[in-house]
């Protein structure tokens, strides 16, 4: 959103509320890094929204960083999560390391996808949870837009992690959904370190499409204990250059 | 006479029906004592009582040394029936009752196969008749001047007695074999009574006419769940476990189990626990009565309500979860709690959803991946011995060149726990390769001495 005039504000504003009817505009959890808050519509994640998360390249499959960067979200909001599963592989030391504790995280472990989007829009409808993580591979237009309706109501933040068996299913991310964002995390080398060894990992944070917001992709460092990213420090201290977000097809 | 004969009887050569004197001529010292039928009766009865608590809303007994347990839509709360029966086996082998036992499509084939074939538990597999049909006639439950008229004729097994003419031995013997037969394929029903105690809180519906249209049924499931709820009100109980039980027309019993992870009398809330699996009811032609039991009830924990002066409100998460325990059975519900442990993969465990919180969490000073390959899926690395990390690995079928590594972190195996892990060491290594993608490797030994590993490489973790 990089033009801002009064009148295009307005607009914005009576859009919004167009879209949203008379439900409650449940705010926003920022990301706490101006440059990511800027480019979102809310200036944050919005919450009582349905978010997906995939992992790019070989991430696709295993979504180590679309795992993290869920819990890292999840960490910094209060209350429960629920985290529904087919496959066991989390491995629950690694999201008590982004800050998400292990006695707020319940876990779903079920047999088919099926299941576990009953069990989130479930969840999501309930409204006691700080937000529902549901790790799906396929997930449809009609499913999408029951797990957003079911957030909205309720105000829980929900994340779908787009998760497929094979690197080539993974075109499947096209898709449209009724989801309010979409991103895609993957693992770039980690910050130099002066002394051999591996520094904080760093990813490639692209927002692939946001709704009634633009495409951007950032370089962040992951998630520290509390959850948080941050800007690399080279970066945050070079001159501004507006034309680091290449522009993209939505969706 | 010898009324039963355990294991060590049988390895004496005791057998069931042989007479007493012939048992003491071959046992020297055997010491008789007179059975007591109503005593094995009476026993009997209680442990259909504490199955019908544990396992299943339909338990009945099948005199004289069995158990008749309906586990339909009651065995996706243990994790299927293998799991159940498993369970089932293990906890009477705890209290000292051998047991064996067997899930079939029909009460009369989960009979013969849990006294014939399973060793000691057995789950049907399809199809049915070629399980059934190498069975003895014995096993069909006649009496004994029939089966033994029966092997007489010639009809040693269930196959054979199938496939001869029924008007002939229905002249000879009646009705039975065939009835039998019939019930044991599942073409024919076979009524019973389930077992039930005074002491059960239930509360129960007949219908002049029979009811079958779903929204019929969840009316009245409400109607029972309100009537069930004053009956706790007036014990001050809270239902753990509800098991709805629905008697067809045609002398079938389909059932519906629901547990809650605290007691409750939220009428409403137990009402929306039965309804969400009523769509598992088949009414077939009807039913003509419902029946409300809660096997288990507690008393209801209170709790203050909240004040607002500063104690932040606790939102009550245990209906959502009771709901979802329901669907997904309580094995797939869970929190993790860590456990103080050496070997990583071990420094997990399971605990109930609603378990109070621990208030533990995991080491922070070693980095952990977010998805771990259990097991550990073996690399070929290449590495200098003894601790240096490795220079490039190949993992499924892609070579991975090493750019940076931090390591290693010996850990040693839990010789307290098994032997084999008295000298063992894994040396763990978190290596990013080009692309920056970061992966958690370990070598089985130390590198130096053969008794502490094979040297092998294997892949453990991925890293965000």
Avoid at chain 2, 236 to 242: I, V
Avoid at chain 2, 243 to 262: C, P, Q, S, W, Y
């Amino acid at each position: 959103m990089s033009v801002s005039t009064p009148v295009l504000d307005a607009v914005r504003a009576r859009i919004r509320q167009i879209e949203s009817g008379d439900r409650a505009v449940r705010g926003a959890l920022p990301f706490g890094v101006s440059a990511v808050d800027r480019r979102l519509p809310a200036n944050g994640l919005a919450l009582g929204a349905l978010h997906e998360v995939a992992g790019g390249g070989n991430g696709a499959v295993h979504g180590a960083a679309a795992a993290l960067f869920a819990a890292g979200v999840m960490a910094r909001l209060e209350g429960p999560v629920l985290w529904c599963l087919t496959r066991r592989d989390l491995f629950a030391p690694a999201l008590a390391q982004a800050g998400l504790h292990p006695d707020r995280v319940i876990y779903a472990e079920v047999g088919d996808e099926k299941t576990v989007l009953a069990c989130f829009e479930e969840a999501l409808r309930h409204g006691g949870l700080a937000g529902v993580v549901g790790e799906v591979a396929t997930l449809s237009m009609t499913a999408s837009r029951r797990l957003q309706l079911a957030a909205e109501g309720s105000g829980a933040l929900a994340i779908a992690i787009r998760r497929w068996r094979r690197p080539t299913e993974a075109a499947d991310f096209g898709q449209p959904t009724a989801s309010m964002t979409r991103w895609r995390v993957s693992a770039l080398p980690s910050s130099p370190l002066p002394v051999p060894g591996v520094g904080r990992a760093r990813w490639l944070v692209e927002l692939i499409r946001a709704r009634a917001g633009d495409c951007a992709d950032f370089e962040l460092e992951a998630c520290d204990e509390a959850g948080r990213l941050a800007l690399p420090a080279e970066l945050a201290d070079r001159s501004a250059s507006p034309g680091v977000a290449r522009r993209r097809a939505a969706g | 006479m010898v009324t039963a004969a355990n294991a060590g009887a049988l390895a004496l050569g005791l057998r069931a029906g042989m007479a007493a004197t012939q048992a003491q001529a071959l046992v020297a010292g055997l010491v008789a004592r007179d059975a007591e039928p109503a005593a094995d009766a009476a026993a009997l009865d209680q442990l259909a009582l504490w199955a019908l608590r544990r396992y299943a809303p339909v338990v009945a007994v099948d005199q004289p040394n069995g158990l008749m347990i309906d586990v339909t839509g009651a065995a996706h709360l243990r994790g299927g029936e293998a799991a159940l029966l498993a369970e089932l086996v293990a906890r009477l082998a705890e209290a000292g009752v051998e047991a064996r036992a067997a899930v079939a499509p029909t009460y009369g084939a989960a009979h013969a196969l849990a006294r014939l074939c399973a060793s000691p538990t057995l789950v049907a597999a399809d199809p049915l008749a070629a399980m059934l049909t190498p069975l003895p006639v014995a096993a069909l439950r006649l009496d004994a001047d029939t089966t033994d008229g029966l092997r007489r004729l010639g009809f040693e097994t269930i196959g054979e007695l199938a496939a001869a003419p029924r008007g002939g031995l229905a002249l000879r013997f009646g009705a039975d074999p065939g009835r039998r037969l019939d019930q044991m394929f599942g073409r024919a029903e076979e009524p019973f009574e389930p077992v039930t105690a005074p002491e059960l809180i239930a509360v129960e519906r007949r219908f002049a006419e029979p009811i079958g249209a779903p929204e019929t049924l969840a009316r009245y499931t409400g109607k029972l769940v309100t009537e069930l709820c004053e009956a706790l009100e007036a014990r001050s109980l809270g239902a753990r476990r509800l098991d709805l039980l629905f008697h067809r027309v045609d002398n079938r019993i389909e059932a519906i189990r629901a547990g809650t992870a605290k007691p409750v009398r939220d009428a409403r809330r137990l009402t929306r626990l039965l309804c969400d699996r009523l769509e598992t009811v088949a009414p077939g032609f009807g039913i003509e009565r419902m029946r409300l039991a809660a096997p288990i009830a507690e008393p209801l924990d209170y709790r203050p309500a909240p004040s607002g002066l500063g104690d932040a409100p606790i939102a009550d998460i245990s209906e959502l979860i009771d709901t979802l325990a329901n669907r997904v059975g309580d094995r797939g519900l869970y929190r993790l709690a860590p456990v103080s442990s050496a070997v990583p993969e071990r420094g997990v465990r399971k605990v109930a959803p609603l378990a109070p919180p621990t208030g533990t969490s995991w080491p922070p000073d070693w980095p952990r991946p977010s998805r771990l390959c259990e097991p550990p899926e073996p690399v070929e690395a290449i590495a200098l011995l003894p601790d240096r990390p490795p220079v490039a690995f190949t993992w499924r079928g892609q070579r991975r060149r090493v750019k940076r590594a931090d390591g290693p972190e010996r850990i040693f195996g839990e010789w307290w726990k098994r032997e084999a892990e008295l000298a063992a060491v894994r040396d763990y290594f978190l290596v990013e390769d080009e692309a920056g993608e970061r992966f958690w490797l370990f070598r089985a030994g130390d590198g130096e001495d053969p008794a502490t590993g094979g040297h092998g490489w294997f892949l453990h973790g991925i890293f965000a």
